[in-house]
C-alpha cells in the first residue's frame, strides 16, 4: 500500500517527517518498507509557466521554438509536444532542477536553438501517465508561481506491508487513523461524514433494481445511479494521488472509483448504466463451466461456487474481483450505476486462486471488509461525482442487506493486560489509545467494556486482541521490561538418543567425512537411475502436486540419490576424492522396506508423537559416499581408492564408537556391485547396506566409481551400548592369545568361522579376529586359509594352559566338522 | 717375557687407542686377542714355563689380555657413537617438504553447527529438543495454528501439497510441533523444535527447504516481558554479549501478540555506521538486523489442545521461530541461502 504523505496529512498530520513517522508506524506494528519520494526530488526550479509564443522551429518538424514568461522574464524554450500553443498556462522546470530520478536539467542547444527549460507533460512530474502532450494548467494561475503549490511535487510515498489482519490499513483513511493512534495528532473528520446532494429527476428505483441470489456470499449490496455524467480526464490533484499511490488514472469515472478505494480500503464498481439492460442486477453463483471475458481482455472459465454479477444479458462481473469488459464506462457514458458491495472473504479468496485472478479489489474483500463500509464509500464517490463530472445523483439508493454481523463488546480486564504482558499499562492510557483507534470504551471497574467498530470488526474478536492494540500502542521498545521465566523444576537436556546421533555425526566427520545436507526433493526418475524396481517401494515416491519443477517434484526415499548428485557436482568442479556424509531423513509412502520389526525413528521424539499418526513413514538415515582415496594424495604418494573394504572399515569404526555391535552379510541392492554388496545388521535388527556402487549407476552420475552405506538410525543406535557399558577387570586376571591359521573351503565366509570358532570356545574366548587371508596351491582349489587371532580370558581367574589346550581342541574340532582343517 | 707382553701392551693400547673405525678395531682385536696373536700364544703356552716364571708371565699376560679388552671396548662404544652421529647426519631430510597429511578430519555443515548450538543453548535454558515430521497434516500446519480454511493468513506462505493427499503438506514451518508436543504433554512445557521445512519459493534469500528452530513456552504467568528476556538471552549467545533486542508488534495467526525480533548489528554495534564511515551494509544503516518471528501462544491454538491441560485461563506462553540459515548467514557472511544446498566441498571445508 503506497501512501502519499499529503494525502495521509489531510487526515492527520503528525507533526513530523515521513522518516520519523515511518520508525514510529514501524515500531507500533506498522511495517513500513520504505519511504520514497513520487516526482522529482525537490520542488526548486518548477514554476507556472505562460507560453507568449509557440513558432516553428527551423530546423525540425516536430519541435517548436516558445517563448515563456516565468515570473522572472520571458526566456526561449524547445518545446516537442504537438499540442503546445501561444496562450496555454504551462508547467516549466528551469535549468537546474532536478528531474524525476534525480538528473539535472541543463540549458541546451536543441537542433541549434538553445533552450532555457522544459515544458513537462504529466508522466515527466510522475502525476500521470500522458506523455502525448504537456500539461495544461489552469490559467488563472500567474506566471513564476512555485509549480508545488499547483501540483504536489517530490511527495514522500510511505510504501507500507499491510499485514493480513488489517485491512483497514489498505485505506489511506485507516492509516491517518492508526498515525492518529501512536501520535496523538488530531484526526480531521471523517471524510464520508458528508453526502452528495440527490438533485437527480428519478428515484434510483425507477432505473435500476439488484436482486441477491446468496445472501451467504453477499451480506450487502448497495447501489447509487447517476444522469448526466461527463466523461473526461480527472483533475490533476486527482491523477496525481492516484500515480502516487501506484494507480493509473484513466478517466473521470474510474478514477473516482479507485480513489475512494485507496482512502476507505472498500472497492466500488461503476458500470455504464445503459449498457445494463433495464439497469437490473441480479448476484448468484456461476453455473459452472460458462466462460466470461473480464475488463483485462481475458476469458475466464467460471466453476459453481464462484460468485458472479448478473445482468438480463449475462455475466457483468465476477464479484468482488473484477468487472466485465461490456458494461464498462467509456467515453461515451453518461449515466453511471455505482456498486458498493460487500462479499463473503474465504469466497473470494477461493475464486481469485482459482482464477489465478488477484485484483486491488479481490486482495481487499478476501481479508472480509464489514458491510458498513459501503455507504461511506457510496458517500464520499458520490459528492466527487457530483463535483468532478457533473453528475446528478438520483434520490435515494439500492440496498439490498442481509442481517448486520451484531456489535461487538469485548471486557478488558486490567489484570490480563499486566498478566500477559509483564508490562502495566494504566487505566487512562488503555481508554486513550483504544478511543485513538476507533474503540468505544466503557468504564467496568477495574476493567473496560471495549467496543470494536466496523473496521476492525473481524480483527480484533477477543480480549487478547485488545491487549495486542494496547501493547504496541504503549510502545514495547520503550516500555516492555526484559525478564526470564521462573526456571520452576524444569530440567532442560537432550535425549540420549539425540545425544548419540551427535557422535554419530561426529564419528563420521572425525572418520574424515564431510557433512552435507542434500535436498529432500528429487525427480521422479532417480529410482529408474538407482536401477530400482518399478515395484520396490523406494520407487514409488511421495510426489508434490505442486512442486516448482521437474527436478523437484518428489521427495527422496533414499539418501543415495543426492549424495551422488553431491558428488557428481564436486567433481565436476575439480575435486579429485571425496567422502562425504549425510544424517537425514527419507520419505516413504507406507512402512519402510527394513520394517520386520525395527520400530521407525522416533523423530516424534519419544513424548512429543501428537494425536494423529504422521501421514508419511520419515526414517531417519546415516548415509555415507566415497569417491577415490579417503585420504588425500602427496608427494610421498597416493593410497588406493576406496573400496567396499576401506569404506566398511570406517563403518566399523564408527559402530564402535557407538558400542554397537553389526553383522554383515552378502546382499543384493540394484544400486550395488553384485559381488561387492553387504546388508548390515545392527544387533538383531535389518540396519541398511553397504557396497560398492553399481558401475551403471556410477555412470548415470558421470562417477568412475564410488562406494557407500546408508544405515537406519534407529537400528544402528537402537544397538549402541554407548554410556551403557559395565566394568570388566581386564588387569587382574591377564587374557591368553593364541594365533591358529585353518583351511576351509572358500564357500565358508569368514563371518561364519568366526561364529563358528566363537561358539566353540565357550563364553571363555572373548575375542576372534581374523587377521590374515591367504590362497595357494599347497592348499588345493577351492580352499583359503585364515588367520584368526584368539584371546581367551575369564573374569574370575587366570586360565591355565591346560584349559586353553582344552577349548583349543574343541575349537579345532569344530572346524573339521566343516570340512576345515588346521594349518601348519 | 715380560718385557715383551708390556711391549705388545703397550702397542696395542696405542693402536686401539689411535683406531680410526669400528673396522680397523676389529682387525686389532684379530691382531692382538686373536687366536693367532701373540699375547694368545703366551697365554696358550704358560703352562709349558717353568713353574717359577708361570705365575709372573700368567699374571702379566692375564692383565694385559684384561687391559686392552676393556680399553676394545670402550673405544668401540666411542666409535659406534661417532659413525651413528656420522651416519645420522648423512641421512637428511628436506624438512621444508609438506608433512604427510594424517587420515583428514571431516567437517560439520554449517547448518548443523549452528542447530547445535541453538539446541545448547534453549538446553541450558531449560528446554527439551523435540523433532515432527516433514510431511504433515493441514491440520497441524495451519488449522490447530490458527488458519482456518479458507483464511488469507494461509496466502503468507507458499505451501507445497502432496499429489495423492490433498490434506496432507511439507510443513511451511516447525510449528506444527508446537500442537503436536501440547496434545502430548500438559504443561509446563519448554519446547525447541530444528528441522526442515518447506516453502514454494526461490531465490537468493528464499529457499524451496530450509532449517527453522522452533521455540515453545506454556507455563502459568509467562509473559511478553519473559519472551523479551529469553531472546536476549539466545540473541547473546549467537551474536555476542554484547547484543540487544528489540521487540516490533507485527502480526502472525498463531500468537497474539506478534511480534518481530530484531538484534542490534553485531558489525557496526547498533550505530548503522562503520568505524571508518559510511553506511553498515549488514544492517542497511538501521542498526538493528531482523532476526526471527515470535509472540505469545494465540489463545485460539491453546483452545485446540485445551483438553490435554491448556486452558487459556491458566496457562499462557510463548512461541519462537527462528531461522537456522539466517543465523548461519549472518554469523559467518554467507551470501546466498542457496549455497547451503549446493554442498561444494570447498565451501564446507571452510568451517571447522
Not at chain 1, 516553428?56 to 516536430?62: G, L, Y
Not at chain 1, 470494536?452 to 486482541?465: H, L, N, S
Not at chain 2, 515453545?216 to 523479551?228: E, F, H, K, S
Amino acid at each position: 500500500m503506497k501512501v502519499p504523505y499529503s494525502w495521509l496529512r489531510e487526515y492527520c498530520d503528525p507533526g513530523m517527517s515521513p522518516r520519523e513517522l515511518a520508525d514510529r508506524l514501524v515500531m507500533t506494528g506498522t511495517e513500513v518498507e520504505r519511504v520514497t519520494v513520487a516526482g522529482p526530488p525537490a520542488a526548486e526550479g518548477f514554476v507556472v509557466g505562460k507560453v507568449g509564443t509557440a513558432e516553428q522551429h527551423p530546423d525540425a518538424d516536430r519541435l517548436r521554438v516558445c517563448t515563456v514568461d516565468t515570473g522572472d522574464g520571458e526566456r526561449t524554450i524547445v518545446c516537442g509536444a504537438p499540442n503546445v500553443a501561444a496562450g496555454q498556462t504551462v508547467a516549466v522546470a528551469l535549468p537546474g532542477a532536478r528531474m524525476p530520478g534525480g538528473e539535472k536539467l541543463r540549458k541546451a542547444k536543441l537542433r541549434g536553438v538553445a533552450s532555457e527549460g522544459m515544458i513537462l507533460a504529466a508522466d515527466e512530474l510522475e502525476v500521470g501517465e500522458d506523455h502525448d502532450g504537456i500539461l495544461v494548467l489552469d490559467e488563472a494561475l500567474a506566471a513564476g508561481t512555485p509549480l508545488a503549490e499547483v501540483i504536489p511535487l517530490a511527495e514522500p510515498v510511505l510504501e507500507i506491508e499491510v499485514t493480513p489482519n488489517r485491512v483497514d490499513c489498505f485505506g489511506v483513511h485507516g492509516v491517518a487513523r492508526e498515525v492518529h493512534a501512536i501520535t496523538g495528532a488530531p484526526l480531521a473528520v471523517e471524510p464520508w461524514a458528508e453526502d452528495a446532494p440527490a438533485e437527480g429527476e428519478k428515484h434510483v428505483s425507477k432505473l435500476a433494481s439488484v436482486e441477491v441470489k446468496v445472501p451467504d456470499l453477499c451480506p450487502r449490496f448497495t447501489a447509487r445511479a447517476f444522469t448526466d455524467v461527463k466523461i473526461g480526464p480527472s483533475p490533476l490533484w486527482l491523477q496525481a494521488r492516484l500515480a502516487q499511490a501506484g494507480q493509473r488514472p484513466i478517466n473521470n469515472v474510474v478514477d473516482i472509483t479507485n480513489y475512494v478505494m485507496l482512502l476507505t480500503a472498500q472497492p466500488l464498481h461503476a458500470f455504464d448504466l445503459d449498457k445494463v439492460p433495464g439497469g437490473a442486477l441480479t448476484v448468484m453463483t456461476a453455473r459452472g463451466g460458462e466462460e466470461t471475458m473480464t475488463l483485462d481482455g481475458v476469458e475466464r472459465t467460471l466453476d459453481a461456487e464462484t460468485v458472479v454479477v448478473c445482468d438480463h444479458d449475462g455475466i457483468a462481473g465476477i464479484a468482488g474481483i473484477m468487472g466485465g469488459g461490456f458494461s464498462e464506462v467509456s467515453d461515451r457514458t453518461t449515466r453511471v450505476l455505482l456498486e458498493v458491495a460487500n462479499w463473503n472473504g474465504t469466497n473470494i479468496l477461493r475464486t481469485s486462486r482459482q482464477l489465478g485472478l488477484r485484483s486491488e479489489a479481490s486482495s481487499r474483500f478476501e481479508k472480509q471488509l464489514h458491510p458498513d463500509l459501503c455507504m461511506r464509500a457510496q458517500a464520499i464517490a458520490s459528492r466527487l461525482l457530483v463535483e468532478l463530472c457533473g453528475a446528478k445523483l438520483a434520490p435515494g439508493t439500492i440496498d439490498v442487506a442481509a442481517e448486520p454481523p451484531p456489535p461487538r463488546t469485548l471486557r478488558l480486564r486490567a489484570a490480563r493486560v499486566e498478566g500477559l504482558l509483564g508490562m502495566r499499562v494504566n487505566h487512562a492510557d488503555q481508554t486513550d489509545y483504544l478511543e485513538r483507534l476507533g474503540f468505544g470504551v466503557a468504564p467496568a471497574e477495574p476493567d473496560l467494556d471495549v467496543t470494536v467498530p466496523a473496521d476492525r470488526y473481524f480483527d480484533v474478536t477477543r480480549e487478547v486482541d485488545l491487549i495486542e492494540e494496547v501493547a504496541r500502542v504503549h510502545g514495547l521498545d520503550r516500555h516492555l521490561p526484559t525478564t526470564l521465566p521462573a526456571v520452576g523444576d524444569r530440567v532442560g537436556r537432550l535425549s540420549r538418543e539425540q545425544r548419540l546421533r551427535r557422535r554419530v555425526e561426529d564419528g563420521l566427520r572425525d572418520l574424515g567425512f564431510d557433512q552435507a545436507v542434500g535436498w529432500s526433493f528429487t525427480d521422479p526418475g532417480e529410482p529408474g537411475r538407482l536401477r530400482i524396481a518399478a515395484e520396490d517401494p523406494r520407487a514409488n515416491p511421495v510426489l508434490l502436486a505442486n512442486p516448482l519443477s521437474e527436478e523437484h517434484s518428489a521427495m527422496r526415499t533414499v539418501l543415495l540419490g543426492s549424495l551422488l548428485d553431491v558428488a557428481a557436482r564436486n567433481l565436476a568442479r575439480g575435486a579429485e576424492r571425496l567422502a562425504i556424509f549425510e544424517a537425514g531423513a527419507v520419505y516413504l509412502d507406507a512402512a519402510p522396506p527394513v520394517a520386520s520389526g525395527a520400530a521407525p525413528f522416533e523423530r516424534l521424539a519419544g513424548a512429543f508423537r501428537g494425536e494423529r499418526p504422521a501421514p508419511a513413514t520419515e526414517p531417519f538415515r546415516i548415509g555415507a559416499l566415497a569417491v577415490g582415496a579417503l585420504a588425500p594424495a602427496s608427494w610421498r604418494g597416493a593410497a588406493e581408492p576406496a573400496d567396499f573394504f576401506g569404506l566398511k572399515g570406517v563403518l566399523e569404526a564408527l559402530a564402535r564408537q557407538l558400542g554397537a555391535a553389526l553383522a554383515f552379510e552378502p546382499a543384493q541392492e540394484p544400486f550395488l556391485h553384485p559381488g561387492r554388496a553387504a546388508a548390515v545388521r545392527a544387533g538383531a535388527e535389518p540396519a541398511g547396506w553397504i557396497g560398492e556402487i553399481h558401475p551403471l549407476v556410477c555412470r548415470a552420475w558421470d562417477l568412475e566409481a564410488a562406494v557407500g552405506f546408508e544405515i537406519d538410525a534407529a537400528a544402528l543406535l537402537g544397538a549402541a551400548l554407548a554410556g551403557e557399558e559395565e566394568f570388566e577387570d581386564v588387569t587382574e586376571f591377564p587374557p591368553v592369545r593364541q594365533d591358529i591359521a585353518v583351511v576351509v573351503p572358500e564357500a565358508v565366509a569368514a563371518a561364519e568361522l568366526v561364529a563358528l570358532v566363537g561358539g566353540a570356545g565357550g563364553e571363555s574366548l572373548r575375542e576372534v579376529e581374523v587377521f590374515d587371508v591367504y590362497r595357494g596351491e599347497q592348499l588345493g582349489e577351492d580352499r583359503k586359509s585364515l588367520a584368526l587371532r584368539l584371546v581367551f580370558a575369564a573374569s574370575d581367574r587366570t586360565l591355565t594352559d591346560e584349559e586353553v589346550a582344552g577349548l583349543r581342541e574343541q575349537i579345532v574340532d569344530a572346524v573339521e566338522g566343516i570340512g576345515g582343517t588346521l594349518r601348519g | 717375557m715380560l718385557e715383551r707382553i708390556e711391549a705388545i701392551r703397550a702397542a696395542a693400547s696405542a693402536a686401539i687407542g689411535g683406531a680410526g673405525s669400528t673396522a680397523e678395531l676389529e682387525e686389532l682385536r684379530v691382531r692382538y686377542l686373536g687366536r693367532k696373536a701373540e699375547l694368545t700364544t703366551i697365554l696358550r703356552g704358560i703352562a709349558e714355563l717353568p713353574t717359577e716364571e708361570r705365575g709372573k708371565v700368567g699374571g702379566a699376560a692375564n692383565r694385559a689380555r684384561k687391559e686392552l679388552e676393556a680399553l676394545l671396548e670402550q673405544t668401540a662404544e666411542r666409535l659406534d657413537a661417532a659413525e651413528l652421529e656420522e651416519r645420522l647426519l648423512a641421512d637428511r631430510v628436506d624438512v621444508t617438504l609438506p608433512g604427510a597429511p594424517p587420515r583428514p578430519v571431516g567437517h560439520a555443515h554449517l547448518i548443523a553447527r549452528t542447530t547445535r548450538l541453538i539446541e545448547d543453548v534453549m538446553v541450558g535454558l531449560g528446554y527439551v529438543v523435540a523433532e515432527g515430521p516433514e510431511i504433515e497434516h493441514d491440520y497441524y500446519n495451519f488449522t490447530a495454528l490458527n488458519h482456518p480454511p479458507g483464511h488469507p493468513a494461509r496466502m503468507l506462505q507458499d505451501t507445497f501439497y502432496v499429489q495423492s493427499h490433498p490434506e496432507v503438506l511439507l510443513r511451511t514451518h516447525t510449528s506444527p510441533m508446537q500442537v503436536r508436543a501440547m496434545e502430548t504433554q500438559p504443561p509446563p512445557i519448554f519446547v525447541i523444535v530444528p528441522g526442515k521445512v518447506y516453502r514454494r519459493d526461490s531465490d537468493a534469500t528464499h529457499s524451496p527447504m530450509f532449517h527453522q528452530m522452533e521455540g515453545l513456552a506454556i507455563a502459568p504467568g509467562l509473559t511478553l516481558a519473559d519472551l523479551q528476556g529469553t531472546l536476549l538471552e539466545l540473541c547473546r549467545a549467537l551474536f555476542g554479549e554484547r547484543r540487544e533486542v528489540r521487540l516490533r508488534p507485527h502480526f502472525f495467526p498463531f500468537t497474539e501478540p506478534s511480534v518481530e525480533v530484531d538484534v542490534s548489528c553485531f558489525q557496526c554495534e547498533g550505530t548503522g555506521e562503520l568505524p571508518g564511515g559510511g553506511r553498515c551494509n549488514l544492517c542497511k544503516g538501521q542498526g538493528w538486523i531482523e532476526i526471527l518471528g515470535a509472540g505469545m501462544v494465540d489463545v485460539n491454538v491453546l483452545g485446540f489442545v485445551e483438553a490435554h491441560g491448556y486452558d487459556p485461563e491458566k496457562v499462557q506462553g510463548f512461541a519462537f521461530g527462528i531461522g537456522i540459515e539466517r543465523v548461519a548467514m549472518l554469523r559467518h557472511g554467507v551470501p546466498d541461502l542457496r549455497r547451503f544446498f549446493d554442498n561444494d566441498v570447498r565451501m564446507l571445508e571452510q568451517f571447522s
